[in-house]
């Protein structure tokens, strides 16, 4: 295991922040993670054992490597003391560009201009989140996907005025870290992956309300075709092998007609309206009791799990 030289600190506990501190964990790194409150680090403290309890169970680790993976996590209510000694501070506090600006206009008075300063904004321009930062040139975006630990992609984003220096940190952190970064050259809202996600998804809306098929089937109709060929053949390579006048002759006639709706369509309008978040709230495109969503929780960690282990050969 090659570890990093770089000392990792983690801004926030959520969803992204303790699934990255745990990637970085596993692979040997040690890493300080910052929390707003007791309340706040409890949370990651819980994530943390709930994830290290299935990677037990898959047998990606034993209880020695648990209790090790514990031991380079540290968790710290104070930012100040957090990022006292990083050289690489990555960022994952709520996707709100004043808030992720203001942090790293902090973070500037904490911290030596050698210290990177990293985004895991879902898809924020850097240029904009690095606006009230005298030395943009050391901030960039490193977009994981969640669940951090399992997915391996890492979008590195360059702003206007990242430096060289920080995107070469970047991927050489990511890659210490076994992660697979994609370097993402030119800023573009939602970068690549989140573009791709949402222009199915917009898709996926209007079959839904023009009442092609239920959510059910339209969801089927995903993960028994490109879903399982997509995690070999991506959308060029797919392309390729299935001819290119083929799909030239399709593109023909179906880019016309497919959604170029500007918003949520009606039904996902009408569920964020009355509240009705997803699996957090136990409303959504489905009904999300703890039993459902124990088993999809299990299924979809199975599955990445089963995708990591052929990765890292294990
Ligand atoms: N959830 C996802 O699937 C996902 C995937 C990729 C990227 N992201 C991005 O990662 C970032 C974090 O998302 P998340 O889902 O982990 O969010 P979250 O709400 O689960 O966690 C946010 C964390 O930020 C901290 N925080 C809360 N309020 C704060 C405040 N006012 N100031 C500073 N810190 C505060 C807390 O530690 C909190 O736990 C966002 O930019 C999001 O777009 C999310």
């Given at each position: 295991m090659t570890v990093t030289r770089e000392r990792l600190a983690v801004l926030g506990t959520g969803t992204m922040g303790h699934s990255i501190a745990l990637a970085a964990a596993l692979a040997g790194c040690p890493v300080n993670v910052w929390g707003t409150d007791e309340a706040d680090i409890r949370r990651g403290q819980t994530g943390i054992e709930e994830k290290l309890r299935v990677l037990q169970r898959h047998e990606v680790i034993d209880t020695q490597g648990a209790a090790d993976i514990r031991s380079r996590i540290s968790f710290d209510g104070s930012l100040e003391t957090c990022v006292s000694e990083a050289t690489f501070i990555i960022e994952a506090i709520p996707e709100i560009l004043a808030l992720k600006q203001e942090m790293f206009h902090k973070l500037e008075t904490l911290c030596g201009p050698d210290v990177v300063f990293a985004s895991n904004t879902s898809g924020l321009r850097p240029t904009a989140i690095a606006?009230?930062?005298?030395?943009?040139?050391r901030t960039v975006v490193t977009h994981f996907w969640n669940p951090a630990h399992l997915i391996p992609l890492v979008e590195v984003v360059r702003g206007e005025k990242t430096s060289d220096d920080t995107v070469r940190r970047s991927l050489e952190l990511l890659r210490t870290l076994r992660k697979k970064p994609i370097l993402v050259q030119k800023e573009t809202l939602g970068f690549i992956g989140n573009r791709l996600q949402y222009a199915l998804f917009r898709e996926a809306q209007y079959l839904l309300e023009q009442g092609v098929a239920s959510i059910e089937e339209i969801d089927d109709a995903v993960r028994y075709s490109i879903g399982r060929r997509l995690t070999v053949t991506g959308p060029f390579m797919s392309a390729d092998m299935g001819g290119l006048d083929v799909f030239d002759a399709i593109s023909a006639y179906l880019f016309p007609d497919l959604s170029t709706d500007q918003a949520s369509l009606e039904t996902m309008r009408r569920l964020v309206d009355e509240g009705k978040y997803g699996q957090k709230n136990g409303h959504g495109f489905y009904q999300w009791t703890p039993e459902f969503s124990q088993k999809m929780n299990d299924e979809r960690e199975t599955e990445l799990i089963h995708w990591l282990k052929k990765d890292w050969g294990i």
């Amino acid at each position: 295991m090659t570890v990093t030289r770089e000392r990792l600190a983690v801004l926030g506990t959520g969803t992204m922040g303790h699934s990255i501190a745990l990637a970085a964990a596993l692979a040997g790194c040690p890493v300080n993670v910052w929390g707003t409150d007791e309340a706040d680090i409890r949370r990651g403290q819980t994530g943390i054992e709930e994830k290290l309890r299935v990677l037990q169970r898959h047998e990606v680790i034993d209880t020695q490597g648990a209790a090790d993976i514990r031991s380079r996590i540290s968790f710290d209510g104070s930012l100040e003391t957090c990022v006292s000694e990083a050289t690489f501070i990555i960022e994952a506090i709520p996707e709100i560009l004043a808030l992720k600006q203001e942090m790293f206009h902090k973070l500037e008075t904490l911290c030596g201009p050698d210290v990177v300063f990293a985004s895991n904004t879902s898809g924020l321009r850097p240029t904009a989140i690095a606006a009230l930062t005298t030395h943009p040139e050391r901030t960039v975006v490193t977009h994981f996907w969640n669940p951090a630990h399992l997915i391996p992609l890492v979008e590195v984003v360059r702003g206007e005025k990242t430096s060289d220096d920080t995107v070469r940190r970047s991927l050489e952190l990511l890659r210490t870290l076994r992660k697979k970064p994609i370097l993402v050259q030119k800023e573009t809202l939602g970068f690549i992956g989140n573009r791709l996600q949402y222009a199915l998804f917009r898709e996926a809306q209007y079959l839904l309300e023009q009442g092609v098929a239920s959510i059910e089937e339209i969801d089927d109709a995903v993960r028994y075709s490109i879903g399982r060929r997509l995690t070999v053949t991506g959308p060029f390579m797919s392309a390729d092998m299935g001819g290119l006048d083929v799909f030239d002759a399709i593109s023909a006639y179906l880019f016309p007609d497919l959604s170029t709706d500007q918003a949520s369509l009606e039904t996902m309008r009408r569920l964020v309206d009355e509240g009705k978040y997803g699996q957090k709230n136990g409303h959504g495109f489905y009904q999300w009791t703890p039993e459902f969503s124990q088993k999809m929780n299990d299924e979809r960690e199975t599955e990445l799990i089963h995708w990591l282990k052929k990765d890292w050969g294990i």
